[in-house]
């Protein structure tokens, strides 16, 4: 398919115009090179091939429909810790984004959990309760405590930040296609979200230590 094809380039580009990625020469000025289309070089090119296809491996072990878009939020990412390393790059998410959707990865594509974009929006959203229930279990003694696996579980702020890139790159590259998308409300709310739950977790750091200072008075 459309995707099997022209993942190599010309090496012999003229072109001064540096690569997005890297200090190289890009291939802006080869027109008949699809790494012109993204603007970098022919290394960055197949560097970019080789995300493309652990994206297309984890899309296949999804348990329904997905595509490479949609494995930009997927478990292996967090796990291998591309959010908080390749993701955390932003041209370099860019980039990414741009070739496969140059690659015929269909943005709008409707997948298990919606489209590329919804999926980013679910995994943020997911990762931001675990944060916030950490917040809550550090803040509020009285809760359960968390089991191991579930500590393990815990994101980091890097990959926090790092899904969140996932979703205003996916949201942004939507705009520009003049797709209709929600995307960046979405996230705006997310990180209100945020926002109001941590406010929540200080405000009852603050109560339990007025607790404290009442007691130590009497």
């Known amino acids: 398919g459309e995707q099997d094809k022209d993942r190599s380039g010309s ?62 939020s997927s478990p292996q990412v967090e796990d ?16 990414l984004v741009d070739y496969l959707v140059l690659r015929g990865h269909d943005i709008e594509e409707q997948g298990f959990v919606g489209t590329p974009l919804e999926a980013a929006l679910d995994k943020l959203k997911a990762m931001v309760d675990s ?18 696996l579930e500590r393990r579980l815990i994101p980091t702020q890097e ?24 995307g960046l409300t979405a996230i705006r709310q997310t990180l209100e979200s945020i926002s109001l739950n941590v406010g929540e977790a200080a405000e009852a750091v603050e109560r339990s230590d007025d607790k404290k200072e009442r007691s130590a008075a009497t």
Do not use: I
């Open 131 to 148: 944060k916030t229930s950490s917040l809550r279990e550090t803040f509020m003694p009285s809760l359960p405590p968390a089991s191991s």
């Open 159 to 182: 990959a926090l930040e790092g899904c969140l890139r996932v979703g205003l790159v996916l949201a942004r590259k939507m705009d520009l296609l003049g797709l209709k998308s929600d």
């Open 11 to 72: 090496e012999d580009s003229e072109t001064d115009v540096t690569c997005r990625l890297c200090s190289r020469k890009s291939c802006s000025g080869k027109t008949d090179s699809k790494a012109a289309e993204v603007g970098v070089c022919n290394r960055c090119w197949r560097k970019l091939g080789s995300l493309e296809d652990r994206l297309c491996k984890w899309a296949r072990l999804a348990p329904g429909q997905a595509n490479a878009l949609h494995a930009l």
């Open 80 to 95: 291998l810790g591309w959010y908080s390393g390749t993701f955390h790059e932003d041209e370099t998410l860019v980039c």
